[in-house]
T-cell receptor
Framework: GQNIDQPTEMTATEGAIVQINCTYQTSGFNGLFWYQQHAGEAPTFLSYNVLDGLEEKGRFSSFLSRSKGYSYLLLKELQMKDSASYLCAVGGGSQGNLIFGKGTKLSVKP | DGGITQSPKYLFRKEGQNVTLSCEQNLNHDAMYWYRQDPGQGLRLIYYSQIVNDFQKGDIAEGYSVSREKKESFPLTVTSAQKNPTAFYLC?????????????FGPGTRLTVL
């Protein structure tokens, strides 16, 4: 079956670092995506990993281990505007689609 | 500006009525997708189209229909057969017909059945 797991909610403090984990079991794998979604809005693309290792993009970094079926999104120097849901998605659907996790709702406190 | 537009942003429908949600993109993308998002659930695929005049059912296609007569447009009709249509509907597109390319999302339509 297809399964993507990520924590439901996380809380962190402004200025801190937070790591959001994602584990996956899919029949295929064509890369792992992270999206950010503010309440009531559309998801926006953050990062894409297809090879093992760390991809850094400003305050955001994403890591992938294909052998472990594991990824994380690292957010540094947290800002209040980072309060959002973070969606992990795997390109591996038999129908040519992305398979999405349920999302992790991150709350950043002052 | 290139992007994906969806209209309307909010839609109210009476039970038993069909309603059509619009999705237009000017990114010249081949593939387009419709997802449904419910509270506490991940995005679920309703239909997708990898090329004009062709589309495929996703995981939850029952009660929905689509058309792809133009590359830029992929409207979704929510029919009266859909048992629980109240949800947030998201349209997306990607450059690649497969699932290796990034999908970009429209702003969404929130449908409420009264």
């Amino acid at each position: 079956g297809q399964n993507i797991d990520q924590p439901t909610e996380m809380t962190a403090t402004e200025g801190a670092i937070v790591q959001i984990n994602c584990t996956y079991q899919t029949s295929g794998f064509n890369g792992l995506f992270w999206y950010q979604q503010h309440a009531g809005e559309a998801p926006t693309f953050l990062s894409y990993n297809v090879l093992d290792g760390l991809e850094e993009k400003g305050r955001f970094s994403s890591f992938l281990s294909r052998s472990k079926g594991y990824s994380y999104l690292l957010l540094k120097e947290l800002q209040m505007k980072d309060s959002a849901s973070y969606l992990c998605a795997v390109g591996g659907g038999s129908q040519g689609n992305l398979i999405f996790g349920k999302g992790t709702k991150l709350s950043v406190k002052p | 500006d290139g992007g994906i537009t969806q209209s309307p942003k909010y839609l109210f429908r009476k039970e038993g009525q069909n309603v059509t949600l619009s999705c237009e993109q000017n990114l010249n993308h081949d593939a387009m997708y419709w997802y449904r998002q419910d509270p506490g659930q991940g995005l679920r695929l309703i239909y997708y189209s990898q090329i004009v005049n062709d589309f495929q059912k996703g995981d939850i296609a029952e009660g929905y229909s689509v058309s792809r007569e133009k590359k830029e447009s992929f409207p979704l009709t929510v029919t009266s057969a859909q048992k629980n249509p109240t949800a947030f509907y998201l349209c997306a597109s990607s450059n690649d017909r497969g699932n290796t390319d990034t999908q970009y999302f429209g702003p969404g339509t929130r449908l409420t059945v009264l």
